[in-house]
């Protein structure tokens, strides 16, 4: 299975992003799939994730910013990204989850996000 995040850059405070993610595998429909970030301290946060029925759940920092999505049709997740801040900043990766949260596929290269004036 290998997933190919792409959709970052340079955005101002304020600003939007959508990320997306392809993924390839047999599951996909099934997975949960999720969106981290890596920190300052480089580990890798739990953003968002949606269930194969579609219903996503957020970390308290971007609820109400961040929306998670899926099209099975086109085996990719979304993560649409509004009202952005600098704490924002990170690299992006999506991934399969476990029902404990944990990584199910190798980690792909991810996408940089900078949020900067």
């Known amino acids: 299975v290998q997933v190919v995040e792409s959709g970052g850059g340079l955005v101002q405070p304020g600003g939007s992003l959508r990320l997306s993610c392809v993924v390839s595998?047999?599951?996909?429909?099934?997975?949960?799939m999720a969106w981290f970030r890596r920190t300052p301290e480089n580990t890798r946060d739990l953003v968002a994730s949606?269930?194969?029925?579609?219903?996503?759940t957020y970390t308290d920092s971007v609820k109400g910013r961040f929306s998670i999505s899926r099209d099975s049709a086109k085996v990719t997740v979304y993560l649409q990204m509004n009202s952005l801040k600098p704490e924002d900043t990170a690299v992006y990766y999506c991934?399969?989850?476990?029902?404990?949260?944990?990584?199910?596929?190798?980690w792909g290269l991810g996408t940089q996000v900078t949020v900067s004036s």
């Open positions: 991934n399969a989850v476990d029902l404990l949260g944990r990584s199910v596929y190798d």
């Open positions: 949606i269930s194969g029925a579609g219903v996503p």
């Open positions: 595998g047999l599951f996909f429909s099934r997975d949960t």
